[in-house]
T-cell receptor
Framework: DGGITQSPKYLFRKEGQNVTLSCEQN?????MYWYRQDPGQGLRLIYY???????QKGDIAEGYSVSREKKESFPLTVTSAQKNPTAFYLC??????????????FGAGSRLTVL | DAKTTQPPSMDCAEGRAANLPCNHS???????VYWYRQIHSQGPQYIIH???NNETNEMASLIITEDRKSSTLILPHATLRDTAVYYC?????????????FGAGTTVTVRA
């Protein structure tokens, strides 16, 4: 079945360490997104990519970096510059339909805890 | 993107219909209304979307007012598994800007 795979599901990090979260999709979607969710809050956009080798900052990009070398993959690196990285991270992908609708498909998420 | 307003929470009895309102008074003509839901600690799940007409699928119905300034998601027979946070989003096409953030949504609790 087509879908989005995020790994790892749980990750623990010491302060000062960079970590990379993986996101892979086999839906042949052009656009991919990374969101951050804090307890009791909505989803905030970190980065998004419309096509391979191109990506744009979202609302809270500071302390994060991404790459989009392949259509299927959009890894997120949480750097030591991110002051409060403990959160639930969600990856999504989408493709515009011929009708103009743009439905997002989400992965199961990765929960990062800084010790 | 047009801003949406949803009540922070609502309760529903199991087996009854759940009607979730969403206000999007600044919606423009080419913007779709989308609904997603997020069960605790999982990724959000797409439910339904619409432009002008009412829509129905196996999960829910979407009723959009004639002026398109508000909509209602209807879960016809709520079950305990429908307990989740429900997000109402509006989004336009064509669009060069793929920015899309989700607000706090409505926390729906279905009670036995």
């Amino acid at each position: 079945d087509g879908g989005i795979t995020q790994s790892p599901k749980y990750l623990f990090r010491k302060e000062g360490q960079n970590v990379t979260l993986s996101c892979e999709q086999n839906l042949n979607h052009d656009a991919m997104y990374w969101y951050r969710q804090d307890p009791g809050q909505g989803l905030r956009l970190i980065y998004y990519s419309q096509i391979v080798n191109d990506f744009q900052k979202g609302d809270i990009a500071e302390g994060y970096s991404v790459s989009r070398e392949k259509k299927e993959s959009f890894p997120l690196t949480v750097t030591s510059a991110q002051k409060n990285p403990t959160a639930f991270y969600l990856c999504a992908s989408s493709k515009y339909s011929s009708s103009g609708a743009n439905v997002l498909t989400f992965g199961a998420g990765s929960r990062l805890t800084v010790l | 993107d047009a801003k949406t307003t949803q009540p922070p929470s609502m309760d529903c009895a199991e087996g009854r219909a759940a009607n979730l309102p969403c206000n999007h008074s600044t919606i423009s003509g080419n913007e779709y209304v989308y609904w997603y839901r997020q069960i605790h600690s999982q990724g959000p799940q797409y439910i339904i979307h619409g432009l002008k007409n009412n829509e129905t699928n196996e999960m829910a119905s979407l009723i959009i007012t004639e002026d398109r300034k508000s909509s209602t998601l209807i879960l016809p027979h709520a079950t305990l598994r429908d307990t989740a946070v429900y997000y109402c989003i509006v989004r336009g096409f064509p669009l060069n800007d793929y920015k899309l953030s989700f607000g706090a949504g409505t926390t729906v609790t279905v009670r036995a």
